[in-house]
């Protein structure tokens, strides 16, 4: 269960505080419409990263993949006898890994960009269980993270969470994850939950460093934009994992 952490000097920053905090701080508002080029800078690069993530860092992580391939490349060669098509089959399957994850990374972000981060204050500012907001430091976004309410079990949603590459290891996501936190007690939410499919471990120790706990994972998920086709299961996988943040007992 989690309570409200008693030092979180940037996060726990009201506007009218913020303008007195030290040039060089981080700290944290609700979004403003004049963000939103920003916000969804910051968003579509921290996707983009998944292109080559998932495509070869998560090859690495899949051995049922890595011995599909590694038959491919010997029926390859049993096939052609060529020597010199055999040793291009890995790269040939590497070279179709990125394409197939760079198809469904731009879907997704086709979809996200069409949808609730095309109108941001519509989705998540309106909405009274639901929020969005920016880590600002030096007068830029360095940082988003949204909060969607879910009335029919109670909880509240984490999502959109991406800090800028340049300014990744100096706590603005934990501070912006726990805003969350802190909005969630506020409005009475029971829970925190999130999904995400992020293949490096830095989201996943950020999560369990919030204090959230996994409570399944799955390699047959749905992004929007995935077609499910033969190909593309060939050469796009994921994980994707759920994680949940109890508040307090319903
Ligand atoms: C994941 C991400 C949001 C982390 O942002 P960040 O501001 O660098 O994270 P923080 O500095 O607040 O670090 C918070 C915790 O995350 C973990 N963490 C962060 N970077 C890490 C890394 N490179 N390796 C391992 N753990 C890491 C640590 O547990 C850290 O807590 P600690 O410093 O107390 O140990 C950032 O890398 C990002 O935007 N990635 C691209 C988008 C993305 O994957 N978003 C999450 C999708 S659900």
Known sequence: MWSTPSSSPSAALSPAEAKIVRK?????????????E????????GIMERIPNSAFRGFQQQPK?????????????????????????????????YYY??????????HALHTDMADIE??????AGSCFWVAVLDGHIVGIVAAQGR??????????????????????????GRRVLEFAVRNNYAAVILGTTAVKLAAHKLYESLGFRQTSQSENHRLPGMSRSPLERLFFQIRYSRYRLQIREE
């Open 24 to 36: 060089d701080a981080v700290f944290i508002r609700e979004f403003e419409r004049e963000d939103r």
């Open 38 to 45: 920003e916000v969804r800078r910051i968003f579509y690069e």
């Open 65 to 97: 993949t890595q011995f599909l391939y590694a038959m491919l490349t010997v029926m390859c060669f049993v096939v052609t006898k060529s020597v010199t098509l055999t040793c291009c089959t890995p790269f040939i399957l590497m070279g179709a890994r």
């Open 101 to 110: 994850s760079s198809k469904v990374i731009h879907n997704y972000l086709d």
């Open 122 to 127: 519509a989705y998540y500012m309106k909405p």
């Open 151 to 176: 009335e029919e079990d109670n909880t509240v949603e984490l999502r959109r969470m991406s800090v800028d590459s340049q300014y990744r290891g100096k706590g603005i996501a934990k501070a912006l």
